[in-house]
């Protein structure tokens, strides 16, 4: 008898654009999503301004709401 490898399971991924804040140094890739993110956040890793931006990024459910 065949057993086929269960794939029902796997979450499928949708990406979606989302905003984020980017590191403005060109020596740093740090980012953030804006959702994540609190006002006149500076960079983590740098310490360098953030600049907002566009990026293709798979969609999160709502976990972050969930811790309030
Ligand atoms: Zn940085």
Request: net charge negative; hydrophobic share 30%.
């Amino acid at each position: 008898m065949y057993f086929g490898k269960k794939n029902s399971e796997e979450p499928e991924i949708i990406m979606e654009d989302t905003i984020v804040y980017a590191c403005g140094s060109a020596d740093c890739n740090g980012w953030m999503r804006k959702d994540f993110a609190s006002e006149n956040y500076d960079c983590p890793m740098c310490g360098s301004q953030l600049v907002e931006e566009v990026r293709e990024l798979p969609k999160i459910e709502n976990e972050y709401n969930a811790f309030k």
